[in-house]
């Protein structure tokens, strides 16, 4: 039986290099999708043609909408703009424990279908301030995932995979192009439009990773580059 690899699947650049590496490394993949209340579904969407790209054999898109509920960012919250200029400290865009809740459910999939890995696209490097990107966060989470399993309990392990996470965004472009990652399906953009706005934290970042890839970004942008 091929060995198992769960994917937390945003339809972006990082989780969709994440896709290709993981089946370099010869894991059957098996993408998770979150809907989580954020303020445009094209995440959803653009992550639905990354999982049929990859010809997965089944892609779980899983509504955890309760998040805007919660609120407290610019992602969950209509009444919170999007920045589109850089600022000292953790941005409105941070979603409050996305990841922690994002890899428990990932690491809950995982369990149900044997997988021995969750893939998860966080970068210590060129990333946004989020806290839940941390080398110290991703460690000290395997480790209760370990303790808080049936997998873990009766001497198993699912390892959280993080390749990117020293790794800035030219560096992670560089490889996924060498792997024929299909940046044409992704999106990045805060605003979910049909063409990206070029100007939130997520644009600047995903843009800047090309310029120093010496590569040029498949996307539309709806402003100039």
Known sequence: MAKKAVIVLSGGLD????????KKTGYELYPITFSYGQRHDREVTQAKEVAQ???????????????SQIGGSALTEESIEVPTEAKEGIPSTYVPARNLIFLSLAAAYA?????EAVYTGVSAVDYSGYPDCRPEFIAHLEETIHLATKTGVEGGKIHLATPLIHWSKGETIQEGLRLGVPYHLTTSCYQGDEEACGECDSCRL??????????????SYGVKK
């Open 206 to 219: 995903r843009l800047k990773g090309f310029a120093d890839a010496g590569a040029t970004d498949p996307i």
């Open 15 to 22: 989780s969709t290099t994440c896709m290709g590496l993981a």
């Open 53 to 67: 790209f990859y010809e997965v054999p089944e892609h779980r898109i899983v509504d955890i909408s309760f998040l």
């Open 111 to 115: 369990e149900v279908i044997g997988a």
